[in-house]
């Protein structure tokens, strides 16, 4: 039986081409290859600690609409490349790039799950990755990078259309990822139908969004039926399942009781608690998301 371990933080730290250079006044400035930019973020509660100076000299800044549910635009002091500029993360490569939506087309805080996920399944031969709500795939390369055969699964076309072109990038084409574009939810019921088995899995749902069919996906609807079907696509020896939650009035033990529950007839233990980032100008922790994670 799979026990609840007490809270937990994975924090991410600052690498070559990221890294969070200040926050503070409910922005973040942060370092993407040679730009540097500021995003709002809400729990930044602080005063900055590098002076206003330096924080003038950041390249770009996302300004937030007036509603609470997004919306904004970036306003730009200096010339960006629209079309992007290539960044790295160990083995993986991939275009960064200012899209409308407040992020550069990656999640930096990930790269401990990333890094957590390669050691679950280190010692298996050709281990069997499912990465739901894969977006552009940097996560997928750098399973892919650790020799598992990754399925990639969104339900944007342009998304796995980037993360193609990233794989390229990478010179990762010929690895044995599986491409595909649909619902989450309803590829998962399907590869239980068909008896499929994964060593791991990574979820990283959006808040809302929609399938490629127009199926509609609220993650306070969605999430508990959905990881009851990818626990049918895991065994008793299997490795690892991490889900990351982002932006929902949502607590970290509910959800790591909800995998507790799930995980009841396997053994292993269950852990939850935040992702953080380790701020670069004094070494505080700015949190970003909660997760809960299942291990063997």
């Not at 281990?127 to 399973?143: K, R």
């Not at 990233?166 to 990822?177: E, K």
């Not at 590869?191 to 609220?218: C, M, N, S, T």
């Amino acid at each position: 039986m799979a026990d609840l371990l007490p809270l937990a933080t994975l924090v991410g730290e600052g690498w070559g081409d990221y890294g969070l250079v200040d926050s503070g006044g409910g922005r973040k400035l942060e370092r993407y290859g040679p730009y540097r930019f500021i995003r709002p973020e809400p729990q930044a509660m602080w005063q900055p600690a590098l002076a206003e100076s330096e924080w003038d000299a950041a390249d770009g800044e996302f300004i937030p609409a007036s509603d609470e549910d997004g919306g904004g635009r970036w306003y730009f002091h200096r010339p960006v490349p629209a079309e992007g500029w290539p960044l790295a993360w160990r083995e993986a490569r991939f275009t960064a790039s200012c899209t409308p939506f407040r992020h550069l087309g990656f999640f930096p805080d990930m790269a401990p799950v990333w890094d957590w996920l390669r050691g679950c399944v280190a010692d298996k031969a050709d281990p069997a990755f499912l990465n739901l709500f894969g977006y552009t795939g940097v996560g997928s390369q750098a399973l892919a990078a650790a020799g598992a055969a990754v399925t990639h699964v969104d339900a944007s076309k342009k998304s796995v259309a980037q993360a193609r072109d990233n794989a390229a990038l990478a010179g990762m084409s010929d690895r044995p990822i599986r491409w595909i574009v649909d619902d989450a939810g309803k590829f998962t019921a399907r590869e239980v139908r068909r008896e499929r088995r994964y060593d791991a899995i990574l979820l990283d749902p959006p808040k809302f969004g929609r399938g490629p069919g127009g199926e509609r996906w609220q993650i306070e609807e969605g999430l508990a039926p959905l990881l009851a079907d990818c626990r049918q696509l895991l065994d008793a020896d299997s490795r690892a399942l991490f889900l990351t939650v982002y932006a929902v009035r949502m607590s970290a033990l509910a959800i790591g009781e909800l995998l507790a529950q799930i995980f009841a007839d396997l053994p292993g233990k269950v852990e939850c608690g935040e992702l953080a980032v380790r701020e670069e100008a004094r070494g505080l922790l700015l949190p970003t998301a909660i997760f809960a994670r299942w291990s063997r």
